[in-house]
């Protein structure tokens, strides 16, 4: 009977911490699993997308992972986030510098998508598919590293980007440091560049000095302060603006009085 109570005490003790070390493992298993998936969304902020994907919070909502777009691209250009990759798990993305988008016409990889992740409107200009208003991302250069602006002549990103003379212009201007030659330098037009990556690819550097990052990373963001007054395009961003006005003891007081005051103490 006492040897019955033991065995059973040892075999609770067991289970007890056989219960422990799988609740420990679990924890820690669920620990690594979270700070990867932290580490993918934060990752994702530099992803880029298809042509076509809506904004990035709701893209990794809507997208459902089925993987038809990148079976679509007839170029494999995009890809299918596996783990390790430190991108959200399943959803599409491509690398300029590796293979970059090749401007299908026919665009295979949005219409395909079942959700609308990758929204068809968005690429059509009057009831046709366009992808020329596509915006996958934006071109960046970078001047410390472009040979253009050293002075070397290189157009291999003007030459290589599909909106010939569009997305990507050659600006000349006299090479200071030598006095003589003129510098022929790469610019980029952001209401015009779609982020293909072609640009990327045909960089001659050893790492792009010309990058493809995602508009919003990219871009700067004006805000409601200020405005191009002879862009009436630009004035559309203020339709809807309310104005505030705020009271303080100066503007209480007209702008001559204002402008005087104190001088009072000068005399």
Same mark, same amino acid.
């Given at each position: ?56 919070? +709701? ?7 089925? *993987?038809?777009?990148?079976? &679509? %691209?007839?170029?494999?250009?995009? /890809? =299918? ?60 250069? +970078? ?7 050293? *002075?070397?002549?290189?157009? &291999? %990103?003007?030459?290589?980007?599909? /909106? =010939? ?103």
């Amino acid at each position: 009977m006492l040897n019955k109570m033991k065995n059973k005490i040892v075999s609770d003790r067991r289970k007890f911490i056989l219960n422990m070390a799988r609740g420990v493992g679990i924890a820690t298993l669920g620990g690594f699993v979270w700070s990867a998936y932290i580490d993918e969304a934060t990752a994702s902020q530099l992803i880029l997308r298809p042509p076509g994907a809506i904004k990035e919070e +709701d893209f990794l909502k809507t997208c459902i992972k089925c *993987g038809l777009c990148v079976e &679509a %691209c007839p170029f494999d250009t995009l /890809l =299918l986030a596996k783990p390790g990759d430190n991108k959200p798990l399943g959803t599409p993305y491509f690398i300029p510098r590796d293979i970059p988008c090749y401007m299908c016409p026919d665009i295979p990889c949005v219409p395909i998508c079942p959700t609308g992740a990758l929204d068809e409107s968005s690429v059509t200009t009057d009831g046709e598919l366009d992808i020329n208003v596509s915006e996958m991302g934006l071109a960046v250069i +970078d001047d410390e590293s472009c040979i253009a602006f050293w *002075g070397i002549q290189c157009d &291999a %990103c003007y030459r290589a980007c599909p /909106l =010939l003379g569009e997305a990507i212009t050659i600006e000349y201007k006299k090479n200071i440091r030598t006095g003589k030659h003129a510098l022929m330098t790469p610019i980029v037009h952001s209401e015009i560049c779609t982020g293909c990556g072609l640009c990327e690819r045909a960089c001659v550097t050893e790492k792009a000095a010309i990058f493809v990052l995602p508009k919003e990373v990219a871009m700067g963001r004006v805000g409601n302060y200020y405005i191009k007054g002879w862009d009436k395009k630009d004035h559309m961003r203020l339709e809807n603006a309310s104005e505030i006005k705020s009271t303080t003891e100066i503007s209480k007081k007209s702008a001559i009085d204002s402008l005087n005051s104190g001088l009072e103490d000068l005399y």
